[in-house]
């Protein structure tokens, strides 16, 4: 597209608009500003076009001017949405875990609740939870990363990016955009609730024999006082004004329409006038869980276990989450496993090596005789069957014992004398089977 071309393809939108003058401080502001992404394209493939600095401002400004981009902002500098991040007290490039860290954090010091009397504190603890809910979802914060707070929310609350910025006739071709408005119904769905992932640790033999134990961890609790449902006591439900019960709302770009779940009620066809006064509509609230969950017998390290409906509570009474408890089974100082054999080191003298006898070996339920045959060598491998671990609806395996030879480090001078006695016997034995053979 040639200069002249986009000066009229822009330029056209604003035929109308008089006193170019009066809005030259918000043309400075509006190009300068980091949040507003669209006039940011324009401004590039103005500059890209040819045109100067001035140019730019001026084409930024009657364009935004025309569409409402301009709406947030004054001659006197801008009011935007908060940015989720500042909310959080972190960086763009925080990690799942201190998203979710800072808001349990930042959720109990500013939880009306904690700070009775203060009027501000639903509003703080609600703009807590608004950022969370975007940053701990990865498309949700990938969007949000993309467009910035301000049109997250216009787009949040099912408005459209403004006039002017289809992809066809008159409008700016955003290529950046083109698989966005596609996954649009996807990312803007009521959120699910939270399945949540905890590591727990367990003793060898405790992962051997089963056991039960009581684990905490952070989540999202139903409300008592509504019982999950987000409404005041005697409440009732109305039919949702936005989307007029259907759950859905309809919005076009272009020659194109879409159809994305209602932002007022989370797709449920209907509001509730009344909060409740605990949960403030949410039907939950961060809170410490503790849970009571039964190992089985043989459980293996970095195994998950699955407990459907102990994860973080659903939303407006919406099905709970899973938790998922994975694994770290500590090591044993004697016994190690594989599969569901258990092997163990057993030392022998160098004696009950030569002539046989018997050694006393542990095993899962206690100790057990085990019978060494007389010639048995160093590194050898005896089994006793059936004595492995035995996991759920599985056959127990086997106990394999290694066999180490105990050599002596000092001798006796009767015990000198007797191996010397052997030794010369040994020499004595082999000489008549060397002659043979040469």
């Known amino acids: 597209m040639g200069r002249a071309a986009l000066l009229h393809k822009y330029y056209c939108y604003s035929h109308n608009l ?161 698989g966005m408005w596609s996954e649009f119904k996807e990312n803007f769905e009521f959120d699910p609730a939270e399945n949540i992932e905890i590591p727990v640790e367990l003793s060898f033999m405790e992962s051997v024999k089963g056991c039960t134990k009581k684990v905490e961890y952070n989540t999202n609790v139903r409300c008592n006082l509504c019982k999950g449902t987000g409404a005041a006591p005697g409440a009732k439900a109305q039919v949702c004004k936005s989307c007029r019960g259907r759950g859905s709302t309809c919005f076009s770009k272009g020659f194109v329409s879409f159809e994305t779940t209602c932002s007022a009620c989370g797709g449920e066809g209907r509001v509730i006038k009344e909060n409740c006064k605990s949960c403030y509509g949410v039907g939950t609230f961060p809170k410490l869980k503790e849970v009571e969950i039964d190992f089985p017998p043989g459980v293996k390290n970095g195994e998950t276990l699955r407990l459907a409906g102990e994860g973080g509570a659903g939303p407006r009474g919406h099905p709970p989450g899973d938790l998922f408890v994975k694994l770290k089974v500590l090591p044993d100082p004697i016994f190690r496993r594989q599969g569901s054999d258990v092997h163990v080191d057993s030392s022998i003298s160098f004696t009950q090596a030569i002539l046989g006898g018997t050694v006393q070996v542990p095993t899962l339920t206690g100790h057990a005789v085990l019978k060494i045959l007389p010639g048995t060598q160093p590194g050898q491998k005896l089994c006793l069957k059936g004595k492995g671990i035995k996991a759920h609806h599985k056959p127990p395996g086997n106990q394999v014992v290694n066999i180490r030879v105990e050599m002596p480090k000092t001798l006796t001078r009767r015990q000198r004398l007797i191996i010397e006695e052997l030794a010369k016997e040994e020499v004595e034995s082999e000489t008549p089977a060397a002659a043979a053979t040469g």
């Not at 980091?34 to 100067?52: C, D, K, P, V, Y």
């Not at 701990?136 to 216009?154: F, I, M, N, T």
């Open 18 to 178: 008089r006193h170019l003058g009066r809005h030259r401080i918000l043309a400075n502001v509006i190009c300068g500003d980091e949040q507003n992404w669209r006039l940011r394209q324009i401004w590039s493939s103005a500059r890209s076009h040819g045109f100067t600095a001035n140019q730019g401002k001026k084409l930024c400004m009657r364009v935004g001017t025309y569409t409402g981009l301009y709406r947030e902002f004054h001659a006197t500098g801008t009011s935007h949405s908060r940015d989720y991040y500042e909310v959080l007290g972190l960086s763009r490039d925080a990690s799942s875990s201190e998203i979710k860290k800072a808001y349990y954090a930042l959720a109990k010091i500013h939880h009306p609740d904690m700070n009775k009397g203060d009027s501000d504190a639903e509003k703080r603890f609600q703009e807590i939870q608004k950022a969370y809910e975007v940053l701990k979802d990865d498309e949700k914060r990938a969007l949000y990363d993309q467009v910035g707070p301000s049109a997250y929310e216009q787009m949040g609350s099912g408005g459209d990016a403004g006039p002017g910025f289809d992809d066809g006739g008159f409008g700016f071709p955003f290529s950046d955009l083109s």
